[in-house]
């Protein structure tokens, strides 16, 4: 039995499966037909599903599939940024979020260094 987090609710994110087995195509497969029916036809035929808050990323890990056509769009939009747009976010967020840049306002440590 697998404990999802306490705020998971059906058909969240916290809730999604990922197949880490067998990759397993349905021909034909109705659109109106239930995940778990779905799920269950692919385990038979090697498919092992995994909730996927269990799973962890490895850094450098290849993948092999294909974005949908939104995470496409999305990684398209952020490749076209123009550099001051890229700049405003590193200065805005990232600094902040790896520790370089504090919340309350100080001078960044990036600015005080000197670049030879």
Known sequence: MVNFPADAVKDSAATYCVNVGKRV??????????????????????????????????????????LGPQHTGEMIKKALRLPAGNYDLIEKEGLEIIGVKTQSGKEPLVSRLTII
């Open 25 to 66: 195509k349905i021909p034909n497969s109705d659109e109106a037909q239930p995940n778990e029916e779905i799920m269950r036809h692919q385990s038979e035929r090697g498919a092992q599903w995994i909730p996927a808050c269990l799973l962890e990323i490895i850094p450098g890990q290849v993948i092999t599939t294909t």
